[in-house]
């Protein structure tokens, strides 16, 4: 049994992580300031012995170094997360997602005895990469450094460097994660995801909006697949100053997907096409806004090192997002 200190416990990939560190009987502490996580993400855990949540930010330095000096493990996920979000609040997010990091990783390298840390990152950090599988040590392909559309890629490519330096250097015990586009309930759709977004129009019987022709495609992995791999890979010292993608590789067009969620969801719903420069959603910073056509993960590395291989399927996953948000709307 061990402390964990997990950053960004009380968001959606956060708060699966803590259930499945509680259930294995390690002892938690969250760290989050609520900015897009919710207190009620953590009902479940709650009144766990060995459970505790400290509302704060991870630029506060001083917390960090005390939360992280209590703790056995951390977990860093706390961020200003996904592409969206970033380009709404730049400067903010940038503060959070290289200096809360910064924060973290000095915090574990300082304490006496240093603490074993796993850091999340993106597929983002491959940027416009579309090849037929991304593995870690494939090139990072962005477009121009003044749009903003590539700042939160940036940021967390900065963290990854951070990450290795300490490694490198100071032998600290980190291990990244790039984590792909996950789902799974409590993802809100609120700043763009886009599974929680579509199940919620179809459920409301909107139109389901997509971007462009419909025709790029994703991959989605369960948020349980990803958690899971989180601790095996903190729990395997092999892991140790690397890098793995976590995701599955089963490609989805973003308008089959649309489709098969109004099916699941017995809508009456329809799918409306609407060009990328005129969603309302980004304004006029969404001038030279890209999108990737596809994104793939090999995940290979992660298997090896660990025999774990992401495998709930998409349907089943898409089945527990529609349980959850008609269970919210009740
Ligand atoms: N969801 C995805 O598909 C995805 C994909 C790639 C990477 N990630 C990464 O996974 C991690 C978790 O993302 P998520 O999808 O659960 O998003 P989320 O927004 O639900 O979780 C982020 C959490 O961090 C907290 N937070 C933000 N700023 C903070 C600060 N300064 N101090 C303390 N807490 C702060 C938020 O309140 C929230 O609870 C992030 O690092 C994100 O970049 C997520």
């Known amino acids: 049994m061990a402390r964990a200190l997990v950053t960004g416990g009380a968001g959606f990939i956060g708060s ?10 390690d002892d938690v502490t969250v760290l989050d300031d609520l900015s897009t996580g919710r207190r009620a993400n953590l009902n479940s855990v709650e009144d766990e012995k060995g459970f505790c949540l400290v509302e704060g930010s991870v630029l506060d330095a001083p917390l960090v170094d005390r939360l992280v000096a209590e703790c056995d493990v951390v977990y860093h996920l706390a961020a200003a997360v996904g592409v969206n979000w970033v380009l709404r609040h730049p400067l903010r997010s940038l503060e959070t997602n290289i200096q809360g990091t910064q924060h973290v990783l ?5 304490v006496d005895g240093g603490r074993r840390v796993l850091i999340a990152s993106t597929s983002e950090v491959y940027g416009k990469n579309d090849k037929d599988a991304l593995a870690e040590d494939d090139d990072r392909v962005l477009g121009s450094a003044r749009l903003s559309r590539w700042f939160y890629s940036s940021a967390k490519a900065i963290d990854e460097a951070f990450a290795l330096a300490y490694w490198q250097e100071r032998q600290l015990p980190v291990t990244v994660v790039r984590l792909f586009n996950t789902v799974g309930p ?3 759709g609120r700043y763009g995801m886009v599974v929680p977004r579509f199940v919620r129009w179809a459920l409301h019987g909107e139109p389901l909006r997509v971007y462009g022709d419909g025709q790029q ?3 989605f992995t369960n948020v349980n697949d990803v958690v899971r791999a989180m ?3 903190m729990d395997t010292p092999a892991s140790v100053g690397e890098i793995f993608n976590i995701g599955q590789p089963r490609e989805i067009r973003i308008i089959d997907l649309a489709r098969r969620i109004i099916e699941l969801c017995e809508s009456s719903s329809e799918v409306k096409l609407v060009p990328y420069h005129a ?3 980004y304004g006029e910073r969404a001038v030279g806004y890209e999108d990737m056509r596809r ?12 025999g774990f291989r992401p495998s709930i399927e998409l349907e089943q996953t898409l089945r527990e997002v529609i349980d959850y948000e008609m ?3 009740s």
């Open 16 to 25: 699966h992580l803590v259930e499945r560190l509680t259930r294995r009987g």
């Open 186 to 188: 409590r993802q809100t």
């Open 295 to 306: 994104r793939v993960p090999d995940a290979s590395k992660l298997f090896a090192v660990t």
């Open 217 to 219: 495609s994703r991959c």
């Open 231 to 233: 601790t095996a890979l």
């Open 327 to 329: 269970a919210a709307d």
């Open 106 to 110: 000095r915090a574990c390298a300082e």
């Open 279 to 281: 969603e309302e959603a």
